[in-house]
């Protein structure tokens, strides 16, 4: 009588992937990750890059105004207070010379 054949208690498993030897893996194709494919992605940043350079300077010009009518109006109202004070000065002191001699 022949033997009866165990049933297989464990289910087939995927097989791992396999590993490539380093000189099977140097010999495909760079294509996807040379230079040339990289290209248009540096092209679209550098380009976006310049026009956001382009608006800071814009930016930074218009600041440069600003500052520039700031620091002008601020002369002339630095002029105004200083005279106005220097004849405050001035009146006090003819005020006090006037008390003092008589």
Do not use: H
């Not at 105004?65 to 002369?75: F, H, R």
């Amino acid at each position: 009588m022949a033997t009866k054949k165990k049933a297989s208690r464990t289910t087939s498993k995927k097989p791992s992937a396999k590993r490539g030897s380093a000189r099977a893996k140097g010999s495909r194709s760079k294509a996807a990750t040379g230079p040339r494919a990289r290209k248009g992605g540096r092209k679209r940043i550098n380009r976006a890059t310049k026009a956001v350079r382009r608006r800071a300077r814009q930016g930074v010009e218009v600041a440069k105004e600003g500052l520039g009518k700031v620091k002008e109006l601020s002369e002339k109202t630095w002029g105004t207070v200083k005279s106005a004070t220097a004849g405050m000065v001035q009146t006090v002191k003819q005020r006090l010379a006037a008390d003092s001699a008589e």
